[in-house]
Nanobody, 124 residues
Framework: QVQLVESGGGLVQAGGSLRLSCAAS????????MVWFRQAPGKEREFVAA????????EYANSVKGRFTISRDNAKNTVYLQMNSLKPEDMGVYHC?????????????????WGQGTQVTVSS
């Protein structure tokens, strides 16, 4: 059974930084793509960043390019999201998700597994 556990969220001032982590278990982590989505109250789930199984392919939403960095450590079964220059519009619950393919996708329906999420709050 695949389990994903996010951590690292919190309250930060605009312009600050946070580093999210997602620890995975239940299958061979290094064989599958990982993604971060976020969801703000009253809004649909939004793609943030994705990374392929061996980190050869990385995608970002236009809204976070240049500010966020996704990475993974397959030896630690963990994916990270470094978030810098945070803005109030970055607020939401951040979920890491996994799919049954090595390659990335920005489509929510392409992912099968997700964690409970971690809250990110940015004060202006």
């Amino acid at each position: 059974q695949v389990q994903l556990v996010e951590s690292g969220g919190g309250l930060v001032q605009a312009g600050g930084s946070l580093r999210l982590s997602c620890a995975a278990s239940g299958r061979t982590f290094g064989s599958y793509a990982m993604v971060w989505f976020r969801q703000a109250p009253g809004k649909e789930r939004e793609f943030v960043a994705a990374i392929s199984a061996r980190s050869g392919s990385i995608e970002y939403a236009n809204s976070v390019k240049g500010r966020f960095t996704i990475s993974r450590d397959n030896a630690k079964n963990t994916v990270y999201l470094q978030m810098n220059s945070l803005k109030p519009e970055d607020m939401g619950v951040y979920h890491c998700e996994s799919r049954d393919w090595r390659t990335t996708s920005s489509h929510p329906d392409d992912y099968n597994y997700w964690g409970q999420g971690t809250q990110v709050t940015v004060s202006s």
